[in-house]
């Protein structure tokens, strides 16, 4: 290695001499437009299936990020191939955008696979600061204080709901189908979250989010998030090392534990700068800045440490909730997370390629008990969280139980780093996906017959928490 | 070539087929979380000098936008080594960034090669889409209703001052320095387009802005901000091609307005279509996605049809300028503008390898003498055009052409993309970043003294335009 040369304030003579070969940077000039073309197109398609999935889901009474993760499924590698990704033998050739774009500037075959490679890791990336973003949107959102009043009820609900799906899911997964310790952990973790968006939503509209179980599932829901996010550092760690021994993973809990709590303590006092320096500014971007220089720097340190980048952007969120500034960055952040987490949520559904369920094929058959085994786990493991209320007669167990049920983003982001990483084969990426829509599906007329409501719910206001998921 | 498979619904058999074969995805899954991490922490440098160098410039009574230019100087090739690029001989080894993430993850050479090039590609393309959306902030904010108003006058002095310093550039880089046409006449474009932004904030501090000079020096820069994006076109067009003939010049000035004005009268018809889908749509970014497909795929249609993507997404930006949904559309751009902006600014900062201009290397002296050249051009070029005002006895001459002096968001357009696409070589790109630091800096005492106004200047409120280019 040669050391860098910190401070070259003159270095023209060694750029100067290392200039006659510049033959890479050539190569990588001329595909530069054309890497840009396929970039732009792929996000017109992204935006369009995103858009499109979110407003039909609406008018179906569905929460809009599922609309948005089938339209991913449609627009990629399972239907249309729009938007796909160069894994699993996949080649420039199968993408629709990249013969258009070969189509218009007649490039040699190694050229089109050079700009599919690059234009998929730009996209990549783009999808990977997008869950970054919508989990610095969801740990703003997180009001910690809330939890104190809904109390000891909500934990409880919460650790039972996290820990039936994902030991029954593990298990079930090594015992039953023999696979390997890593993917059956990631699996069952996937199990954990359920979704705070999707469950308030389909409360309020049932006007049930003020009620006993409402409070109970809305803070049971806040948590599991929490531990969710834990569960998922923890194991996609171990995934990296490829070893599981008990002084490591307890080394993880307790590191990604520390992580998240020193955060938010040394946030407390790190507040009151960021109120400080932002007061200060007074260029463009004054909010923006400040607050995205925090999210980012939180999760590179999340990653560096081994844990998750969505670790350190969700203790980011948490930190800069506590803030004044609070509200006018929600405001401020509304759009970017509007532009970037879609890019996410599509590729989620774009990469997940259902035909590895296809029932007609024999070899399928396996992948399909796993789906059929995940989805079963996913429904039961949070059902039984309702008997796990206790001190509390005459409470709606079922109704509890049934509003745990829909995953949403966090179960999402699983398969998406579980598949990205590598950790995750396909049949069982596809099972999680299959089971977040599902759950999401089911919950909404569940829990109408739960709560044994009337057909013409009276809606009740939007609350905050709604609105970021949607 | 193997023909698209565009509805293989249930593929999963091929998918199956080729499985065995995941080499490439492995590989660059591995690299995946390091990419990452770069490309966070690159993003966090960034940001803190935009937002350093901004606010520097700011208490300094000199434009954000020049701060942030200089903070990516600093943090660039030419100082820090922070943010570099592989170009011109550059390799990860000598980025600061690329060799604290060998050292968190033990990487080998050709791995960190490989991150290196990937996490470049990625912050190119952030960079290009910034460039991409400040166009279309730009076009949103150019009004062209307004233009009417300040008439003919306007339109002279734009053109003389687009015709002049183009001309006595192209010609005397030629001439004096026998440099290759292409490039000469992309510089010689580089130095056409006046700053809306530094200009209407110099006058406003001045108290000048509503002066018959005011209006005359704003309405001008509105124009050849479009003359030179047209302008520029051509000449990036001309250099893909390699080749000048009078036809081919012709052709591409025709379709490059073409392409404007017919964006323009189609998006009159547009407009209500996208005010009526807007207005349908019921989930979040109902009115930021629509406009991002839009000016997406206009910056697409740009580029594909061979001019350039920033001529799209300013079109786009006129376009939408006009609908009722603009108010709306202006607040919520701006976080993403106040995002992705700064990207492009300190890129273009980065990128420049004052080094080359280094006094004390001999070699040097062709550059020096260039950049003087240029230097010269760019202010006498506009100085000029107060005389080209005619039927206006008694108008302070001097004034109108020193307030067309400074350049600044267009000429670093040019910078960027003829540094990116290897039109320019180092001493011509550096020159033309410093002519823009020099006019804007040079712009605001010389404006001071051609008013002849007091030491301390009344504001006025501030204007659309200037909030925009800050």
């Known amino acids: 290695m040669i050391l860098p040369n910190i401070l070259p304030l003159f270095s023209g003579e060694i750029a100067a001499a290392l200039a006659p070969l510049p033959f890479l940077a ?26 499109f999935g979110a407003e039909v889901a609406r008018r179906l009474d569905f929460p809009p990020v599922l609309g948005e993760l089938v339209a991913g499924v449609v627009v990629g590698v399972s ?30 075959p190694d050229a089109l696979t050079r700009i599919f490679e690059s234009q998929s890791e730009v996209i990549s990336v783009l999808a990977e600061i997008g869950v970054i973003i919508l989990l610095f949107e ?12 809904v109390g000891i009820q909500a934990t409880v609900v919460a ?38 968006g999707i469950t308030s939503k ?85 909010i923006v800045i400040p607050a995205f220089i925090f999210a980012f720097f939180m999760a590179f340190l999340g990653n560096a440490i081994h844990l998750e980048a969505i670790l350190g952007a969700f203790a980011a969120g948490l930190v800069l909730d506590e803030t004044d500034a609070r509200n006018e960055l929600d405001e401020l952040i509304k759009p970017i997370a509007d532009l970037l987490v879609p890019i996410f949520f599509v590729t989620v559904g774009a990469r997940a390629d259902l035909g590895v369920l296809n029932p007609t094929v024999p070899e399928n058959r396996a992948g399909l008990f796993i789906a059929t085994f995940l ?7 949070k059902l039984i969280t309702g008997w796990a209320v206790f001190g ?46 599902l759950t999401t599906f ?12 009337s057909i013409n719910p009276i809606p009740e206001s939007t609350t905050a928490v709604e609105t970021a998921s949607e």
Chains 1, 2 share one sequence.
């Open 202 to 286: 389909v409360l309020s509209e049932l006007g049930q989010l003020k009620s006993k179980e409402g409070q109970i599932i809305v803070g049971a829901a806040v948590i599991d998030d929490v531990l969710g996010i834990i569960v998922l550092a923890v194991v996609a760690s171990l995934a990296k090392t490829g070893e599981i021994d008990v002084v490591n993973v307890i080394y993880l809990i307790v590191s990604a534990t520390a992580f998240l709590i020193g955060s938010i303590l040394l946030g407390g006092v790190f507040n009151k700068s960021f109120v400080a320096i932002v007061e200060q500014l007074k260029t463009r971007g004054n």
């Open 392 to 437: 509390q007669p005459g409470i709606n167990r079922v109704a509890i139980g049934v509003g745990m049920i829909p995953r949403g983003e966090v179960g999402l982001v699983f398969a998406g780093i579980g598949s990205a990483s590598g950790i995750l084969d396909k049949p069982l990426e596809v099972s999680i996906i299959i089971m977040v829509i």
């Open 159 to 196: 650790c039972v709901g996290v820990a039936a799906p994902f030991a029954a899911g593990t298990v079930g997964l090594m015992m039953l189908f023999h696979v390997a310790a890593i993917p059956a952990i990631f699996a069952g973790a996937a199990l954990t979250a359920t979704s705070i």
């Open 26 to 51: 050539t190569v990588v000039a001329e595909d530069s437009p054309i890497i840009l073309s396929g970039v732009l197109l792929t996000l017109v398609v992204i935006y369009l299936a995103s858009k």
């Open 375 to 381: 989805i079963v786990v996913a429904i039961v493991g």
């Open 79 to 108: 239907a249309l191939h729009l938007v796909i990704f160069p894994e699993g033998g996949l080649s420039a050739s199968d993408s629709v955008i990249m013969t258009a774009l070969q189509g218009l500037n007649q490039l040699t």
């Open 442 to 453: 089911l919950a909404p007329p569940f829990l109408r017959v739960a709560f044994g409501s």
């Open 138 to 149: 969801i740990g703003l959102e997180s009001d910690l204080r809330q939890l104190k009043e």
